[in-house]
């Protein structure tokens, strides 16, 4: 049975920062997605298990054979090569030709053409053997990739966000390739639909790794219910922290009532002196003693609940609260009418689209379909070579670079440049709404993560008025699936028109997509 067995595995970057910390973790042979936020090892530690990089500490033992996705192909490269099996064809061809010695005839494949088709039809791809693969777009290049992975039949894949840059038809072809793979697999991901397909689910935080047997839904459900368990958790220590107040007032009023009655016997004169020393002391050892034990009772109460608040921020959903856009049910905010559009050679002809209102639109479509172009038409930095165009100036557009951030300056200032008008409470207000609170919000732009640079451009864009219409270019590209909740929850919180270009569908179904528009 093939296996990656991985024992108190420790390993650092080159600034010193730990990613794992005797880190003990098996993968057997199943399908296993790997999550967790960006930044916390899992294309590092695929690399670790398949060579790429060198253990500082602990051992990895692999059992059976590895195939790694290979996305950036040689220059010239054709899909043969990408195969190897560019000279086992060249003999195939020599035979066909009467040309093949004896040598070649010894050596010829002759199920290899049926085989290497076979392969490719896997991955929804009809192409020859000898197209270069720089001819072929991003989408087709990356399933050219996968069809080879599986070629060579490994008993253990080794993918890192294989669904990256693809296409629906391309995302599907992913999916059924590891609905019907039996061996063992580990898989990067953020793409929810791909995760379903899995068998177990392991999350890597900065604590280290948690198994979880089952598919996303089933992982989905194990952490609503930690969050219903740490939510009960922070119900008991705010419990037991006001109980703990309210015995430690008790206690004090109780003495104070005491020590009255001690000194008005005291006024009396009637007790002698020593007794009333010995009463005094008692009183005071009594006070010191009821002291400790209520600083101790407290601190143990604080830190309880701040354990349990901790724990609650790590699961909480992010929720998101804007201020409304104003916009009017039936105002037209879009309308195009007979566009047509490209950089150079059209890619959009005669194409009509109006937006009235909070319409939550998808523009979908195969890679090369225009898409990206159309956005750029929208809003305006692509002029139509034919139509009409009108659009409100009330609109925003957020591309992949979040390109209207500038990366040399702070989050806070990022904002007041796009809001001048707004103050410096309006504008920490609004970035705390994107979890952007107190020195977050003076992080330079450019040193932040694919995820913080969406969330900011999000916070700077609906944070103060809200446009009526903000238009998204594959906004979850390359993000991790905390970060894409967070977009998710900022999107639904927002009352104005959305256009989105996603192949992300439990994104589009998560944000209320009501309509869409099919390119290509």
């Known amino acids: ?26 993968f057997d042979a199943a399908r296993t997605g790997l999550i967790g936020r960006n930044g916390t090892g899992k294309s590092t530690l695929l690399g670790l298990i398949n060579g790429d990089l060198p253990v500082q500490s602990g051992t990895i033992t692999v059992t059976g054979t590895l195939g790694t996705l290979r996305q950036s192909p040689a220059p010239g490269a054709t899909v043969a090569d990408l195969f190897g099996v560019t000279e086992a064809l060249a003999i195939l061809r020599r035979a066909e030709a009467g040309e093949a010695t004896s040598d ?47 070629f060579n039949a490994p008993d253990v894949l080794l ?63 194990r952490k609503a219910e930690a969050l219903a368990a740490a939510r009960h958790d922070l119900e008991d220590a705010e419990t037991r922290a006001a109980g703990i107040a309210r015995t430690t007032q008790t206690t004090v009023e109780r003495k104070a009532r005491k020590d009255s009655a001690g000194r008005r016997k005291a006024a009396k004169g009637d007790a002698p002196k020593i007794l009333l020393g010995m009463m005094k002391n008692r009183s005071e050892n009594t006070s010191g003693s009821n002291a400790r034990l209520a600083e101790r009772q407290r601190t143990e109460a604080d830190n309880a609940l701040a354990a349990a608040r901790q724990k609650i921020e790590v699961l909480e959903p992010f ?31 005669d194409f009509d689209l109006q937006v009235t209102g909070p319409e939550r639109i998808a523009i979908t479509g195969p890679n090369g379909s225009g898409k990206t172009t159309l956005l750029s038409v929208i809003t305006g930095a692509l002029p139509p070579q034919q139509g009409v165009v009108q659009v409100t100036d009330r609109m925003a557009l957020l591309d992949q670079q979040v390109s209207l951030l500038d990366p040399n300056q702070t989050i806070r200032d990022n904002f007041r440049r796009l809001h001048p008008d707004s103050d410096e409470n ?17 992080q330079t732009v450019g040193a932040l993560s694919g995820g913080q640079r969406l969330r900011a451009g999000l916070a700077c864009v609906l944070g103060a008025t809200p446009p009526w219409l903000l238009c998204l270019d594959e906004p979850t590209n390359h993000l991790d699936i905390a970060s894409i909740e967070a977009v998710e929850a900022g999107l639904k919180a927002y009352d104005g028109a959305l256009i989105v270009v996603s192949h992300d569908e439990s994104f589009l179904g998560a944000i209320g997509i009501n309509r869409r528009v099919a390119l290509g």
């Open 159 to 221: 993918l890192d966000e294989p669904t990256n840059h693809l296409d629906r038809q391309g995302r599907q072809a992913v999916r059924d390739l590891l609905s019907g793979w039996r061996k063992g697999a580990v898989v990067v991901s953020h793409d929810r639909e791909l995760l379903e397909a899995m068998d177990a689910i392991v999350e890597l935080t900065s604590l280290g790794a948690t198994s979880y047997g089952g598919n996303w839904s089933h992982y989905s459900a």
């Open 104 to 150: 070649d005839l010894g050596n010829a494949d002759w199920t290899l053409e049926d085989r290497l088709a076979e392969a490719l039809a896997r991955l929804d791809l009809n192409i020859a053997a000898d197209v270069a693969l720089d001819r072929l777009s991003g989408g087709q290049q990356t399933r050219a990739a996968l069809a080879a992975l599986i």
């Open 319 to 349: 929720a998101v609260t804007l201020p409304p856009t104003g916009l009017p049910s039936g105002r037209s905010i879009l309308k195009l009418e007979g566009v047509m559009a490209g950089y150079g050679k059209p890619v959009i002809r």
């Open 426 to 442: 309006r504008c920490r207000a609004a970035l705390a709404r994107f979890m952007f609170r107190a020195d977050a919000a003076l």
């Open 1 to 26: 049975m093939p296996a990656i067995l991985i024992r108190d595995l420790s390993w650092s970057l080159g600034d010193g920062r730990t990613l794992f910390s005797h880190l003990d973790l098996t």
